[in-house]
Each structure stands twice: as C-alpha cells, then as structure tokens.
C-alpha cells in the first residue's frame, strides 16, 4: 500500500462523513485517500462504483485516525451548531475567524480585503459572508479624463475645485471610485459634448478641442465613466468612439440608458483606411451581435462586416481632418 500524505485539508472531512454517513462518494480531491482506506480495509464497495461504504467493524480506527487529524473536531462541531453555522470547511472557517479581533468597520472597503478576511481568499468570487448594512464593497476603479476647459469639481464638503488644478500639471484627472461614491459633484462650466474613448492610445491622443471632454473608458469596464456622465445631466451630447469590431460594436450598443444614450463616432473618411489598415477578422463577424440603440449601423460597420474585416481606432487619430470633424461636433 503506498504511503498518503495525511495532510490535505480534506481527508478529516472526509473521514467525518463517513463516521457520520456510514459511507461516502468518490471525487478527484478524496480519491487518493478512498483508495488507502479500501486498501487497509477499512472502508468497501457501496452500492454504487463512486460509493464506497465503512466496514462497521474498523469504525473505531477511522475514528482514532480522525482524533489524531482533528483532536478537537467534536468541540468544532458542537460549536458549529450554536452558532447556526454548516458543518462544512466553509462553516468551520468562518468558525475560527470569528474568533480573530476585528476593528469597527469603514464604510467603504475594498472587495478584496472583505473577501480575504470573510472567505476563502481574497480572489474567491463569493465570501463566506456578506458585509453588514452600512458597509459597501468597492472594486476601486480609476476614472481617467481630460476635462473641458472651466469644469470644476464639487467636493462632499462644498467646496469647488477647477479641473484644472489637477489636470494642468498631470496632463489628465484621474477620479477614485470612493470620490464618486462619497458624493462628488460637478461644478463651473459644462463641457459642449463628451466622448467615451475605448483605448488608452486613442484616449491620450485624441486632439479634442477645449470645450469638449474626454473619458477613457477601458473595454467593458463602462461603470465608472457612466456614473460621471450621470451626472452632467440633463446636459452635453455623448459620443462614443472605439475600434470598429464585434467587441467595440457590442460595448457601443450597451451604453447608456432611457435618459441618455451616446452617439456613435465614425467619420464618414474613416472608409479611406480600409485598403490600408483594415484587418481580417479570424471567423468573420458573429451573425448574433448587439446592434446600435437606433438599429442603423454605419456604411463602413457594414462593409466591415460584409467583408470579415475589422478596424483600430487609433490608425486615424494622426489625419488632420480628425481636429475638423471634432470641432464640428
């Protein structure tokens, strides 16, 4: 019989079930563990291949085994059912935190850090428990833009700051999602549109004029840049400008709401790139694709899509007549 290393943290609980249930189901993580008892011959075939049943009379070995594993897991179980808790690795983890100091919570905590202390670790997608009311869980993204020129910041304490301030020296502002959530406002003069920009490239780049202003808005991640323009409301018309592609089309038609809704910005002399710069898409454009609010796609999204052929923003964002079409906006 081969050696088995006794220190997985799933061989007591398996042993538990099996005292408990009288038997117990094969799985990847339990397997090499079924196969040295049924070797000693403590445990046998049940009643189905992955079942595997105790022999009544080796009870008391699997029991001094789990003793020597677990000493305490009978006061753990006890414990576990005063506090409501499952009789689960999740249930006995929650358990032995309980029992760790814990500090007054912030009103605002990073989604990690809760997960960290209340889970598995802090990338398990779901905690063992959810944070108490009061307590709001922030992912803590960063908002880029370059504002327009006389925009100011309202402070939760009421005083105003100019974009400027920041965005002079730096080049851009960049806002933390707890700002928003705390309850920035704005303030000074409202910018005459605004554009979500998908790519980074694209976004610093972009030669917008002075009164308009300009948001990054990475890919999918749309939240942030729709609760800043939330609240502009009701005020400048969006646009929109990202890669002509599935992803760039999908993300366009998600935007915004019954209240406010962006414009898509494809330049009608966007065409001239496409014996230049035009890329093959591998399978071609999906035949099931979110289309655009108003249901219309530009002459050159459907020729892209007639021809399998998919376009980056950034290939026009050095032609001159990009500062033209912007200023008309």
């Given amino acids: 019989m081969s050696a088995l290393d006794w220190s997985l943290p799933e061989h007591p ?7 408990q249930q009288g038997e117990v189901t094969r799985n990847k993580g339990n397997a090499g563990l079924l196969d040295w008892l049924q070797g000693a011959g403590w445990i046998g075939q049940g009643p189905r291949r992955d079942r595997l049943r105790l022999v009544p009379a080796r009870r008391a070995e699997v029991e001094a085994r789990l003793d020597v594993l677990w000493p305490a897991w009978r006061a753990d179980l006890a414990a576990l059912d005063r506090a409501g808790l499952p009789g689960d690795p999740a249930g006995l983890r929650r358990l032995r935190r ?10 605002q905590l990073h989604r990690k850090t809760w997960t960290a202390r209340f889970g598995a670790h802090s990338k398990a997608g779901v905690p063992d428990e959810q944070p108490p009311s009061g307590v709001t869980l922030t992912d803590d993204d960063l908002l880029r833009l370059q504002p327009n020129q006389g925009l100011a910041l309202r402070l939760p304490d009421g005083t105003e700051r100019p974009c400027a301030h920041w965005a002079a020296p730096l080049g851009e ?3 933390p999602e707890r700002a928003l959530a705390q309850g920035l406002t ?17 976004y610093l780049d972009l030669p917008a004029p002075a009164d308009a202003l300009i948001i990054h808005q990475p890919g999918w991640n749309t939240r942030l840049a729709a609760r800043f323009i939330a609240l502009l409301r009701p005020g400048p018309s969006w646009w929109h400008f990202g ?26 002399w966007w065409q ?16 099931a694709l979110d289309h655009p609010p108003d249901g219309q796609d530009s002459d050159l999204v459907q020729r892209l899509r007639a021809a399998g052929l998919w376009l980056e923003q950034e290939a026009i964002l050095l032609d001159p007549r990009l500062v033209a079409d912007l200023a008309r906006l």
């Fill in 98 to 107: 309980q029992r760790l100091p814990l500090r007054p919570l912030p009103a």
């Fill in 272 to 287: 001239d790139y496409l014996e230049t710069h035009a890329l093959a898409l591998p399978g071609g454009w999906p035949k």
């Fill in 173 to 175: 502002l960049v806002i």
């Fill in 186 to 202: 704005l303030a000074g003069t409202a910018p005459r549109w605004v554009m979500t920009v998908e790519n980074l490239g694209a």
């Fill in 243 to 268: 890669d002509l592609d599935p992803k760039g089309l999908a993300i366009f038609a998600s935007l915004g709401d019954a209240a406010a809704r962006a414009r898509h910005f494809v330049p009608a």
């Fill in 13 to 19: 609980w398996t042993l538990l079930t099996l005292l």
